[in-house]
């Protein structure tokens, strides 16, 4: 069965510091996802890694995945107040099932 | 351009009773898969619809079923409640793999 464990599930950090979520997966996957989601609320994609050594940036975030390693990681640069949310990695198994983690509940304390 | 709808947008229900579920996916997506998602838990697949057949299905039982219309609208019907099946029920359209989600229906069973 296929296992997608994130690392780790509960994270407080202060304002300003930096850190990284990690994403193992027990099977063969060509693309993987990132979500965040807010308390109540939906989904929001935030980054789609297609390829072994694949490199996304968006604002505070930077996700990477190693293909090899079946290891996806998002790293958090001077974290802030507004990043506080759960985040999700899933897996793509050839486009018809998506696996996803565990969750890792974040708060960014001032 | 809608993005992904769901109705309605919160139920109660009583175990034993039946309850069925609304998503109207993305202008010019063909693809909805569903999701169930317990409360601090990652969304676990049930099963996705393509072409109104169902093409993959999670390990859900069989009181979870569905189906897709030639409009490509979809619904999820649970029969026999159970006080377990309380969750947000999402549902996320794709036309070529990236999954956008919809805001999903909270369901509690009493």
């Known amino acids: 069965e296929l296992k997608v464990e994130q690392n780790p599930l509960f994270l407080s950090m202060q304002e300003g510091k930096n850190y990284t979520i990690y994403c193992n997966y027990s099977t063969t996957s060509d693309r993987l996802y990132w979500y965040r989601q807010d308390p109540g609320k939906s989904l929001e994609s935030l980054f789609v890694l297609l390829s072994n050594g694949a490199v996304k940036q968006e604002g505070r975030l930077m996700a990477s995945l190693d293909t090899k390693a079946r290891l996806s990681t998002l790293h958090i640069t001077a974290a802030v107040h507004d990043l506080s949310a759960t985040y999700f990695c899933a897996v793509d198994i050839n486009g018809n099932q998506f696996y996803f983690g565990t969750g890792t509940s974040l708060t960014v304390i001032p | ?110």
């Open chain 2, 1 to 110: 351009d809608a993005g992904v709808t769901q109705s309605p947008t919160h139920l109660i229900k009583t175990r034993g009773q039946q309850v069925t579920l609304r998503c109207s996916p993305k202008s010019g997506h063909d693809t909805v898969s569903w999701y169930q998602q317990a409360l601090g838990q990652g969304p676990q697949f049930i099963f996705q619809y393509y072409e109104e057949e169902e093409r993959q299905r999670g390990n859900f039982p069989d009181r979870f079923s569905g189906h897709q219309f030639p409009n490509y609208s979809s619904e999820l019907n649970v029969n026999a409640l159970l006080l377990g099946d309380s969750a947000l029920y999402l549902c996320a359209s794709s036309l070529a793999r990236t999954q956008y989600f919809g805001p999903g229906t909270r369901l509690l069973v009493l």
